[in-house]
DNA sequence: CACAAGATTCTCT
DNA sequence: GAGAATCTTGTGA
């Protein structure tokens, strides 16, 4: 972490990372680095924030029965690629979980921003550190990602991948229902960085519980 | 072709 | 905390 290059962020998680149950992925991603370059520079952010979409069973899942549009066609090919699409205008990342045709994703909803907060906040309009990249929204506006980046395979450590981070080991994390899907408030499948300020949402009408360290 | 629906965010009270 | 803005996509006439 003190090299002053990028080559700690170098090394994109390998697919096979992705192709396993998408909630110990989703768990899995706290800690981990989102890796960003353009031409602009490098932009880098911890992964504070996660919800597991299950193609099984889960009604707030965009693939809910088999479900298949042009919109959601992502989800369904291979793992270790970026399912990006617009939610209010806005889009949002996910990374794609488990074999072709088992259409799981997990959603990034917030990075704890470490590297280009500069180039970032120019990207948000010069708000204050902490609003930078609290929320899925507020993240891939931060890190100029969009609906060209679907499909895109973030496992090859070109423009947007996700690279391990060891400084994450033994951080406590939490889990709770999903923000903003009423069909399932009783699955718990958010998980967060327990305390992190840049988790979108510290309190809400739900319950957190506390689910274990980082390994 | 019209229209409703969001895995959101911002701007007010 | 409530309400509006936002804009693409999916669905049904």
Redo the contacts with the bound molecule.
């Keep these: 972490m003190t090299t002053g290059t990028d080559l700690e962020f170098t090394d994109p998680l390998p697919l096979e990372f992705y192709n396993r149950d998408p909630v110990v992925v989703a768990r899995e991603l706290l800690g981990k680095m989102l890796v960003r370059r353009t031409r602009q520079g490098l932009c880098a952010g911890r992964i504070v924030e996660s919800?597991a979409?299950l193609a099984q069973n889960d009604p707030?899942?965009?693939?809910y029965g088999g479900?298949r549009?042009?919109?959601?066609?992502t989800?369904f090919g291979q793992p270790g690629r970026a399912?990006v699409?617009?939610?209010?205008?806005?889009a949002?990342i996910?990374a794609v979980i488990e074999p072709e045709d088992t259409a799981s994703?997990?959603?990034i909803?917030a990075i704890e921003p470490i590297t280009g907060i500069e180039l970032m906040a120019e990207r948000?309009?010069n708000?204050p550190t902490c609003?930078l990249t609290?929320?899925?929204?507020?993240?891939?506006?931060a890190l100029a990602i969009g609906?060209q980046h679907d499909g895109h395979d973030i496992t090859k450590g070109t423009g947007l991948w996700i690279a391990d981070h060891p400084d994450s080991k033994g951080v406590a994390i939490s889990k709770s229902p999903?923000?903003?899907?009423?069909?399932t408030p009783d699955l718990e499948l958010r998980f967060f960085i327990t305390g992190n300020p840049y988790v979108?949402k510290s309190?809400g009408?739900f319950q957190t519980t506390f689910t274990g360290v980082i390994a």
């Design positions: 919800e979409y707030g899942c965009h693939a479900r549009t042009n919109r959601n066609a989800m399912y699409y617009l939610c209010h205008g806005k949002l996910c994703v997990v959603l909803r948000r309009g708000v609003d609290r929320g899925p929204g507020k993240l891939c506006q609906l999903r923000i903003n899907v009423w069909a979108s309190r009408p």
